[in-house]
């Protein structure tokens, strides 16, 4: 489990109420990016689907709201309504990742963080919560596709012990590039666990300064 008591950010399941930020990030992420509509697939209908979002954990980062002003009237009708009212905005996100889960193995289905939230140990929070979110819905090993141009991410796949276990040609129709297929190895395996302890340790350290 991950204790994000004590770190700037917390990772916590996607809501609809999400979306909006996560497709600000989508299309700041992506070259194709999905739909708004394909992530409401995802939320709703996918029961293979766990989707995550990052947020700041103070909530520092929370764009001021100045409350419009309300005729006595408008103010009535907000205490009525209020039952039923949306939730207050939480902090906005700094990323999201999903996975689906497809018998024992999990599938990254995206990652992203913020442009200008990146290299700040976010998308290692974000791995690290899927692949223990993974192992809690049992999954036996993590795998992912990546463009073999995308260096940032590979890297980061690289240093979660993820391996090439293939390709797929022309896998991304945008552009024709390449898939590479990665995978971990077996999320049980004791060594994987201690590299996997080592680098949230680390991890826990730099977020924690
Ligand atoms: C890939 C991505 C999610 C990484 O997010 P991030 O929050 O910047 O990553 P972190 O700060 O947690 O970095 C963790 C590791 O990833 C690797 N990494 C991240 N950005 C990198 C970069 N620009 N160059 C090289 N390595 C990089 C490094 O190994 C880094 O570890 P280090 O800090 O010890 O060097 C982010 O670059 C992104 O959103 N990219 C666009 C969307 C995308 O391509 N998603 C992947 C789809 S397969």
Known sequence: ??????????????????????????????????????????????????????????????PAVVAPRRSWWQRMLGRARAANSVPAAPAPLVGYGGFWMMVDEAHVSTIATHPEWRRRGIGELLLLA?????????AR?????????????????RKYGFEVAGARKNYYSDNGEDALIMTTPTLTLAEYQRTLQGLKDTLYARLSQ
């Open 1 to 62: 489990m991950i204790d994000y008591s004590r770190l700037p950010y917390r990772v916590e399941p996607m809501t609809s109420y999400d979306l909006d930020a996560v497709m600000e990030i989508e299309y700041a992420s992506f070259s194709a990016p999905w739909s708004a509509r394909a992530y409401d697939y995802e939320l709703h209908y996918n029961e293979m689907a766990h989707y995550y979002v990052a947020r700041p954990q103070n909530g520092a980062a929370r």
């Open 141 to 157: 090993v993590v795998t992912l596709e990546v463009r073999v141009s995308n260096e940032s991410a590979r890297a980061l796949y």
């Open 130 to 138: 899927m692949l223990e979110g993974a192992a809690e819905v049992g």
